[in-house]
């Protein structure tokens, strides 16, 4: 069976103003949007529906664990954190 896609790093779009629907479940195939596998896979996520305002660039969190959901504010660096510096001799 797949994996719901959970990513590590944001998606980043132009996104146009309007009221969108974002994935929580990782299932969809049209990700950042929701295209109601959620209820199809009976996940119990329920996808962010917000208002978008304006044309804009936009990066939509894909780890969720962003405190700004469904904009990326940088959480998913503590799940990729940088390679450690070589000790100095
Ligand atoms: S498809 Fe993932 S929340 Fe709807």
Do not use: F
């Amino acid at each position: 069976m797949a994996e719901p896609k959970n990513a590590t790093a944001p998606i980043k779009i132009m996104e146009t103003a309007g009221t969108k629907a974002y994935c929580q479940c990782g299932w969809s195939e049209i990700l950042p949007y929701c295209d109601g596998a959620h209820s199809r896979m009976a996940t119990g996520c329920s996808p962010i529906v917000c208002e978008v305002p304006a044309d804009g660039k936009k990066s939509i969190c894909q780890c969720r664990l962003s405190a700004t959901l469904p904009w990326c504010d940088g959480a998913h660096k503590q799940l990729n954190p940088p390679p450690a510096a070589p000790a100095s001799a």
